[in-house]
């Protein structure tokens, strides 16, 4: 069984940056893929970057080139640095684990964080 811990969410002003950490335990072939979801109020969820083992990423249209995905394989740690935020950024973010591709959409991903708010303010 995969567990997922996001942290490092808070409040921050509009331009300001975020850190995300995920530490994830478990089978590392169930956590081949590994990704970032965020989801606002009234919103969908939205995939906002992924990763697989060896490094390839995917990035969503609004965070590509503020937003950096990337991982500790020796730390079993994920991170997204969130540079140049927007208010528009406020969301839930979701840490995620999966198997079976590099994927943004939510349905190839089997194991999910409880979650950490990211707070933007103009």
């Known amino acids: 069984q995969v567990q997922l811990v996001e942290s490092g969410g808070g409040s921050v002003q509009a331009g300001g940056s975020l850190r995300l950490s995920c530490g994830a335990s478990?089978?590392?072939?169930?956590?081949?893929?590994m990704a970032w979801f965020r989801q606002a109020p009234g919103k969908e969820r939205e995939g906002v970057a992924a990763?697989?083992?060896?490094?390839?990423?995917s990035y969503g249209d609004s965070v590509k080139g503020r937003f950096t995905i990337a991982q500790d394989n020796a730390k079993d740690t994920l991170y997204l640095q969130m540079n140049n935020l927007r208010p528009e950024d406020t969301a839930m973010y979701y840490c995620?684990?999966?198997?079976?591709?590099?994927?943004?959409?939510?349905?190839?991903?089997?194991?999910w964080g409880q979650g950490t708010q990211v707070t933007v303010s103009s």
């Open positions: 478990g089978q590392t072939w169930q956590r081949a893929y």
């Open positions: 990763i697989s083992r060896s490094g390839t990423t």
């Open positions: 995620a684990a999966g198997w079976v591709g590099l994927s943004r959409s939510q349905n190839t991903y089997h194991y």
